[in-house]
Every structure is written in C-alpha cells, then in structure tokens.
C-alpha cells in the first residue's frame, strides 16, 4: 500500500529527531542540532507531500507546531553556519588572528548562545513534550486517508510528477537574473522532490536514487547562495557596531563574491535534474 511509504517517512523521520534531541539540548557539538533541524524539516516536506494519503487536520496542526520546532532549531543552526563561513574566509584570507575579526566571532557567538538558550527552553517546555507525544503517536500509527491503500504504483507516481513539475514550472518562469527570494523557492521545491524521491525509493525503480542525487546538487548549490546571502546579512547587522564595522565590512566583500560564484553554478545543476528520468514503478 502507498500508506507503507507515509508511515516509514515519518518514522524515520521521528526517529532521527528523538535520537538527536539530548545532543542538541547538551550541546553536543553541532551536529545533533543540524540533523535534529533536517528531521524536522523532512517531516514538515513529506507530510505536505504526500497530503493526498494523510488526514488533512491532523496533518495541518502537526505542521504548524513543527513550523515552530523548527524556527527554534534554526536559529541557532543558523548562527553555527555563518560562524563556520567567517572562521573559514577569515583563515582563507591570513586574518584568523586579526583582534577585530575575533571580536566580530565573539559577538556572533554571544548571539548564538542566546538564541541556543531560548531553543533549549522551547525544548524543556510543555509544548514541546504534547509535540513530542504526538510525533511518538505519529511514527506508529499516522492519521491515513482512504487514497492510501491504493498500491504504491496507483498512488505515488503522480505525487513524484507534480513535485518534479512543480520545479520545472518555477524554474521555466525565472526572469533572466532571478531574485535570491526566487532561487531560495527552487531551492525549497528541490528539496521537496529529494525528500519525496528518498521516500518512495523501497517501492520505485533506481532510478529515483538519481532524481534525488540530481535534486541534492541543486539543492546543495543553492543551499551556498542561501548561506552568503545569509552571512551577508547579518554582517551587514554587525557592521552597525563601530567596533567590527572594519571586520564586517572585510567578511561582507568576501562573501558577496561567494553569492556571485554560487549564482553561476545553479543552473548547470538544474540542467542535471531536468535530464533526471522519472523513477519505473514495479
């Protein structure tokens, strides 16, 4: 049944946050945080993905409380990104040692550690724990509708042609220097297709292993321009300070050239995951 493809989604995803969700409140480096963060944001995809084989409410209120789970988780994940890209542009460049670019860290870190403590409260908190009861819940017996006990073959080959129609529809209606909001849209659609194609991989051909290693690259380009327009923005929020304006401004120029080199890669990626065969159905 197509429903065996639903419930083993959101198990591994449920499982894969429950297993990273004491790393992440310890602190335990940053990648229980980042897959804790993935798991929810697959979960989030394959639920909107496969809405035709789950109930509609039940569905719609476990996605508004992961929408939250996962502004939570990003922020701090998303200060762990830009303090990996101006570490390594400032070890890049010879001014690891420089006192401003340290001082610059140094705020960015304090800005992280409280972010991180409002993300461990949220995790500590009453809201949390129903969220969690409700996934646990979820992972075992997920709220399905009748479309899924249709075979996997009636059920699923047009849920994987809208998703990869859908991209190719956004991407065909690009301007000719589309806008960041835009390409972070092909991005998001790229990982949905990735997310649905590993879904569907036990019940579908080999070839979605390469729909989804297509969508991956793309994903993975566009998921750089993400990241240096984001550093770009909060070194633009840092240089308001008079004490790392010199470091962020420094940081800033490198990371506009970071946004201009990911620009030019995305549409050979693109090009990859137009060529991409739909997965053969057994």
């Not at 897959?35 to 039940?58: G, I």
Request: charged share 30%.
């Amino acid at each position: 049944m197509a429903g065996l493809a639903v419930r083993r989604a959101i198990s591994a995803s449920v499982k894969r946050l429950l297993d990273n969700e004491s790393g992440a409140i310890a602190g335990r480096g940053v990648e229980p945080l980042h897959k804790a963060r993935v798991a929810v944001r697959r979960l989030r995809s394959d639920l909107r993905t496969f809405r035709e084989l789950v109930d509609a409410r039940w569905s719609g209120k476990l996605r508004q409380e992961l929408r939250w789970l996962g502004s939570e988780l990003g922020a701090v994940r998303d200060y762990d990104v830009f303090l990996s890209r101006i570490r390594a542009a400032a070890a890049r460049s010879g001014a690891a040692g420089d006192p401003n670019v340290a001082a610059l860290i140094a705020a960015a870190r304090d800005a992280r550690s409280a972010s991180r403590a409002r993300m461990v409260e949220a995790l500590r908190s009453a809201r949390y724990a129903r969220l969690r009861a409700r996934l646990e819940l979820a992972a075992r017996s997920p709220r399905l509708t009748l479309a899924a006990r249709l075979t996997a073959s009636q059920a699923l080959p047009p849920i994987m042609k809208r998703r990869k129609k859908r991209i190719r529809n956004a991407v065909e209606g690009l301007p000719t220097r589309p806008t960041f909001a835009s390409l972070h849209r092909i991005r998001i659609l790229a990982k949905r297709l990735r997310y649905a194609a590993e879904a569907v991989a036990f019940v579908a051909g080999s070839q979605t292993t390469t729909v989804a290693k297509a969508a991956e690259r793309l994903q993975d380009v566009l998921g750089e321009l993400n990241d240096a327009v984001c550093a770009c923005r909060l070194l633009r929020r840092l240089r308001t300070r008079r004490d790392l304006a010199l470091a962020a401004n420094a940081l800033l120029a490198l990371e506009i050239e970071a946004v201009s080199r990911a620009r030019a890669g995305w549409a050979p990626a693109w090009q990859g995951l137009a060529a991409a065969e739909m997965p053969a159905w057994r």
